[in-house]
């Protein structure tokens, strides 16, 4: 009797102890699921959230807008033109209709521009990773987080880059951001030219060149720069002033620009004039456009997100720069022209880099895309041009690259084409006919019998170029043949 009164006291403590353990489980369940709500969901069930959540609409409009179908043939941006209460499809060339599936008839191929939208699918491919949020009262004020407008990240991840992909050396460099590096160059001729000369600096590039070089020198028109033609035509002087004492005008005074690969041959590319004041303008010193033999090591490098990561839009630009005073007068330039690079650009290039690092060294990293793109359309272009004795293509030769530590086949952003016939002087005349839009030699100061054929734009672009291309040797071929 005793010890069945004992055994149900025992049996009424541990009902009570059960009882005990499941109001306390219970009291854990509701408080873990309380916190797990209050700061990880996006529901508002329990109205717990404290703050709006004001990324939420900006989010839904980018992605309705990239949900808009353009056919493959077009893009639909936010800040498009509305059309029925949302953004237009913006048509490649030769396309059209409101979602540009309609192909345009007699309409030329457009190879002209250096618009660098061949990189467009890969950010496609990426938009989740690139996507940048930007609230109304992001960085308002005329501050970045560094010293002359400059965003410390920014810096620090464009250092991290060069060093990954091996193009220029960046250790004991100062680096200067510049609205595009169209920007920089005359930052950099300023910069460079002698402040206390009696004359101005010779500022010279050898054909073919960029023509923005000799463009910009003239339009500001400045006493402390001119431009002086082609350096080829310097060389004796630099040699004769070498043996003999330098006064004001003498090769000191020199500001050459070398491009390399050059706009419009590819080709890489060094100073021939060999004095210390050279401005290397590295647009395309990257691995879809070229094999990277070395880092680079000069005084002065310019380099640019258009040709980079195809952001042209974003009007980015830097240079390294090894000489502190060259480094504080382009500094100077740069506050007295526009106070910096826009803050917001710089957020939008430290995404993109940051983007470019993390798949570096992945199947599909920025470079390999890249090259695979432009060494398809090289290969494509070549094939065509080669069936008729009419035309040629530079000759760039296969060379190891330490990027991708093997020996690689040329992908130059340009086609220089030449047109061999006596009678073909005006090449640009005869490809128009043709119905293809090029840039003629002479706007490199080369032989009109030159043309350059813009490999960098979309696909459709490209496309739309070997076809007329084909039609154009195709019918040549015939003719001679008869
Ligand atoms: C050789 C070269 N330098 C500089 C630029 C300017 O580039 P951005 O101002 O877009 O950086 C270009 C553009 O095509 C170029 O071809």
Not at 289 to 294: C, E, N, S
Not at 437 to 462: H, M, N, P, W
Request: glycine content about 6%.
């Amino acid at each position: 009797m005793g010890a069945r009164a004992g055994g149900r006291g025992l049996e009424l403590r541990l009902g009570s102890i059960n009882l005990l353990l499941l109001i306390f489980f219970i009291t854990s369940l509701f408080f873990n699921v309380y916190f797990f709500f209050f700061f990880f969901s996006y529901s508002s069930i329990f109205s717990l959230w404290p703050e709006p959540r004001w990324s939420q609409s900006a989010a839904e409009e980018a992605e309705a807008v990239a949900a808009i179908s353009c056919s493959g043939h077009g893009r639909a941006f936010v800040d498009g033109i509305m059309i029925n209460g949302r953004p237009s499809c913006e048509c490649n060339t030769c396309y059209h209709g409101s979602d540009c599936s309609i192909p345009s008839l007699d309409c030329s191929a457009d190879a002209d521009s250096g618009n660098p939208l061949f990189l467009e699918p890969y950010w496609y491919r990426h938009a989740k990773g690139s996507a940048v949020v930007v609230a109304g009262w992001h960085r308002m004020g005329y501050d970045a987080t560094g010293e002359n407008f400059i965003s410390v990240e920014l810096e620090q991840h464009i250092r991290k880059l060069h060093r990954i992909v091996g193009n220029a050396v960046v250790d004991d460099r100062f680096i200067i951001f510049g609205a595009g590096s169209t920007q920089l160059l005359y930052a950099l001729v300023h910069a460079l030219s002698p402040h206390n000369s009696s004359s101005p600096a010779s500022v010279v590039a050898s054909i073919p060149y960029y023509p923005v070089y000799k463009m910009q020198v003239d339009l500001f028109n400045s006493k402390l720069a001119e431009w002086r033609g082609v350096t080829s035509s310097w060389v004796n002087e630099s040699i004769s002033s070498s043996s003999s004492s330098s006064s004001d005008g003498s090769m000191n005074n020199f500001i050459e620009f070398v491009t390399s690969p050059n706009n419009p041959d590819g080709l890489l590319k060094q100073s021939i004039l060999g004095g210390s004041s050279v401005i290397y303008d590295y647009a395309y010193y990257w691995p879809h456009f070229t094999a990277i033999p070395a880092p680079s090591d000069h005084n002065v490098m310019i380099f640019s997100s258009s040709k980079l990561s195809g952001h042209a839009s974003s009007r980015f630009g830097w240079a390294l720069i090894k000489d502190e005073q060259v480094y504080k007068k382009a500094i100077y330039y740069m506050k007295l022209n526009t106070m910096g690079v826009s803050r917001d650009t710089q957020l939008r290039m430290l995404k993109i880099i940051k983007v470019i690092l993390a798949e570096h060294g992945r199947k599909g990293d920025i470079f390999s895309f890249g090259y695979q793109t432009m060494r398809e359309r090289w290969t494509k272009l070549n094939k065509v041009v080669s069936k008729s004795k009419r035309f040629s293509l530079q000759t760039i030769p296969s060379q190891y690259c330490n990027y991708f530590k093997t020996i690689r086949d040329p992908s130059p952003a340009y086609a220089w084409l030449k047109c061999e016939r006596d009678e073909d002087q005006e090449c640009d005349v005869v490809l128009k006919n043709a119905g293809i839009i090029c840039r003629e030699g002479s706007l490199f100061e080369a032989d009109d019998r030159y043309v350059r054929l813009s490999l960098v734009k979309t696909q459709d672009d490209f496309d739309q170029l070997v076809q007329k291309m084909d039609a154009l040797v195709s019918d040549h071929s015939s003719i001679s043949s008869i």
